[in-house]
């Protein structure tokens, strides 16, 4: 049940009172609004002992160090993804949950969260994002169905689709991931997984289409087949696609997310600027790359990643050394800065290793948030890139699974 509270206050006048001049009107409804009141947006999620399983919060501090209460937090489905635009905030329904699947848009301020827009969506089709075209026009990829829903980003109405099963392999959706807008194009990361949600073994490529924003037309489908990378991003994090100040499109590649000691490939594939194909002299698999600062450990998935400038990349990847028996609660990921122009990797010491569930990046005033959940320390550990100075700046004793500073 939601943990949705509304006050409101009035003041009532007696009949006598209604016969004779009042002096003052009434006093407007005032309206507390749930998620409290702040600026720093957080998801926290209680695992059960299974770690696929629980409850998800969603809620505002003012500070970091803040005492953290989910007094008036927003219960959403357990592990439920977001996106935001601005202050535009939209929550996707948890796979976990099989009926009453909502998409919900909040427009959230310091003074908590408004919900101004809500509509169901059809079970299976796997909703994780929103990918906004501009003020009337957002697409979101159904990962389950294999097209893309046209909506309008204020009403969360559906306007049209793009179909994309003629793109999927072996199945019926190729599962549409992440998207990225360059000069009037969106290039669509494609999964291409199997019924085990991994890659097909015979199937080890990456695969982006390539979509006219203004037609609503896929104009052709691209491939990277000569590294062997596959799963070109995570389709909740928009971090793992990301634009270079030359405007070169990167894509962060997970692979079989450091769970398959056969195919560890993982990485990043480039689409250049003033193309519309892969350069694939600048794919990197950074499984060949030992990890400065370990024990010679190499990544074997990248589980998030956040663009900070001058080639340099925030990560959470994953090492085998680290993995435990399930995959939902062991804390096999490592914080790390990647330099894609001089393929070097390195750990940032004093951030604890992670889950899966607590892996949120963001960048703000200079700074580098991680959302870790150790086994001696979880919260929120500021990274400064300029000293590498790292600070534990925010206890928490869930999964940090949103982080977003406005």
Sequence with gaps: MKKTLFFSASILCGAALLLTACDKEDDPVSEQLPGGKGHIVIESTIKNDDGASGASYLYQIQNLGDPISFDNAIQVGFSSTISAYGNDIYVFPSEMIKSNLMIDRYVRSNDGFKKVASRQVVPGSACYALLKISDSKAYIPQYGLGNIEIVDPMTLDVKGEINLREYAFSDQSADPARGILRDGKMYV????????????????????????VNTDKVDKMISETVTGLSFPTRPFLPGMMFMTENKDIYIACCGNFGYDETYVKNGFVCIPNGSTEFDTSRSWNINETVIEGTDGWRAASIYNSEYLGNGKVAAFV????????????????????????????????????????????????????????????????????????????????TDISYLKIF
């Excluded at 085990?196 to 080890?204: G, S």
Aim: with cysteine; charged share 20%; hydrophobic share 35%.
């Design 189 to 212: 990361a494609l999964d291409q997984v199997g019924p085990t949600w991994m890659p097909f073994e015979n199937y080890r490529q990456v695969d982006v289409v390539v979509i006219d």
């Design 318 to 397: 994953a090492c085998t050394e680290l993995n435990g028996d399930n995959p939902y609660t062991a804390h096999n990921s490592i914080a790390v800065i990647i330099d894609i122009n001089n393929k070097t990797v390195k750990r940032i010491q004093g951030i604890p290793n992670t889950d899966p569930h607590s892996c949120s990046i963001d960048l703000y005033d200079g700074k580098v948030y991680f959302a870790a959940y150790g086994v001696n320390a979880s919260g929120i550990f500021a990274y400064d890139p300029s000293n590498e100075a790292v600070e534990h700046v925010q206890e928490c004793n």
